[in-house]
Each structure stands twice: as C-alpha cells, then as structure tokens.
C-alpha cells in the first residue's frame, strides 16, 4: 500500500504545458499507480483526461490505451 506524503492532496487543473492548482495542496496521485506524486517533480500528465502520471513510461502506455 502507499503512503502519501504528510501534506495535503491538491486538486489541479491539467492544460497543455502546464497545469492549475485549484486548491492547496503539495501532491496528486498517479491515475494508474495511485502513487503519490510531489508536485514539484509533476511532469507528465493529460490535459485531454485530466490525470497525472508519475513517469513517462506510465503516460505513455495510458495514452496509447486511449487510442
């Protein structure tokens, strides 16, 4: 199982390039491991589904699911 880190979850706004935070928060969650990711080492997500992903290699096996 895994543990988030002590702070708060955030809840975000995925847009291309970029992203929103919509409220207070330090980490989100990867959309396919539930893994906790620091949002200063969130790099990789989808504007279109609106998830995070904690690598690459993650993103890119879940986009090409969409496909």
């Known amino acids: 199982m895994l543990t ?3 702070g708060r979850l955030a809840r975000l706004q995925y847009l291309p390039g970029t992203f929103r935070q ?3 928060g ?3 969650l990867c959309a396919v491991t539930g893994a906790p990711i620091p949002l200063d080492l ?3 997500w ?3 589904l609106q998830e995070a ?3 690459a290699e993650i993103a890119t ?3 090409l699911e969409q496909k």
């Open 61 to 63: 096996k879940r986009l």
């Open 42 to 44: 969130l790099r990789y």
């Open 26 to 28: 330090d980490h989100v």
């Open 53 to 55: 992903y904690a690598s």
């Open 22 to 24: 919509l409220s207070p």
């Open 46 to 48: 989808s504007a279109d």
């Open 4 to 6: 988030p880190p002590a």
